[in-house]
């Protein structure tokens, strides 16, 4: 089975899938709270697991990456609750584009 994960590879390898068209997942989650039962970490750690589950399956058939899983959201709407760290609209807006312009700029060009 190939490496899915952008992490565990190095930048020659990642260069050679570029040029396979490898298709790039970038999971985006949120650390937020979840109640008083679970960690604030729980849509990142679920967003990062199905993305890489999702790459190991879909790398079947056609080169396919995982990034690390963006972590900071648009999660205002429980900052009253507590434990959430959240940014705006243009920061996050801003993280993406650089984060999708990164991957261009590297000869990427199928980027979910």
């Known amino acids: ?17 570029a040029k396979d068209n490898a298709i790039v997942i970038v999971p985006l989650g949120s650390t937020e ?21 999702a790459a190991i399956l879909a790398s079947r058939t056609t080169p396919t990456l995982v990034t690390p899983t963006v972590w900071s959201g648009l999660a205002e709407h429980h900052m009253s609750l507590g434990a959430t760290l959240s940014v705006d609209f243009p920061t996050f807006f801003a993280l993406l584009r650089g984060i999708c312009s990164s991957l261009v700029r590297h000869g990427f060009r199928n980027v979910l």
């Open 1 to 17: 089975m190939a490496e899915v994960e952008w992490s565990r590879l190095k930048a020659p390898e990642l260069r050679a899938l």
């Open 33 to 53: 709270q979840h109640g008083p039962h679970l960690p604030t970490q729980v849509d990142c750690l679920l967003a990062g697991e199905i993305a890489r589950r």
